[in-house]
């Protein structure tokens, strides 16, 4: 059973940056493309970033693009999220989650395993 687990969150003054951590164990992170997704109170879950397995191919949602960077380090088997610029709506439950396919997908449905969440908080 693969087990992700998401630490990094906080509370970050507007403008502010925050580089979250998943922590996948339980089978070879690199058989696996690995997606952050965020979940605001109201409102649907969100796919921000993946990356996928091998090829180095990345998806960033629109609202996201310059901001957030994802990578991977599967010597480590361990995917970050580096979060720069924080907006207020970028406050939300970030998940981290695990679909054993190559490719990225934004689509929270194809992903098999799910970590519990790390909260981000962006206030003044």
């Known amino acids: 059973q693969v087990k992700l687990v998401e630490s990094g969150g906080g509370l970050v003054q507007p403008g502010g940056s925050l580089r979250l951590s998943c922590a996948v164990s339980?089978?070879?992170?690199?058989?696996?493309?690995i997606g952050w997704f965020r979940q605001a109170p109201g409102k649907e879950r969100e796919g921000v970033s993946c990356?996928?397995?091998?090829?180095?191919?990345?998806y960033y949602a629109d609202s996201v693009k310059d901001r957030f960077t994802i990578s991977r380090d599967n010597a480590k088997n361990s995917v970050y999220l580096q979060i720069d610029s924080l907006q207020p709506e970028d406050a939300a439950v970030y998940y981290c989650?695990?679909?054993?396919?190559?490719?990225?997908?934004?689509?929270?449905?194809?992903?098999?395993?799910w970590g519990q969440g790390t909260q981000v908080t962006v206030s003044s």
């Open positions: 989650a695990a679909r054993y396919m190559p490719y990225v997908s934004r689509n929270s449905m194809e992903y098999e395993f």
């Open positions: 990356i996928s397995r091998s090829d180095g191919s990345v």
């Open positions: 339980g089978d070879t992170m690199a058989y696996y493309a």
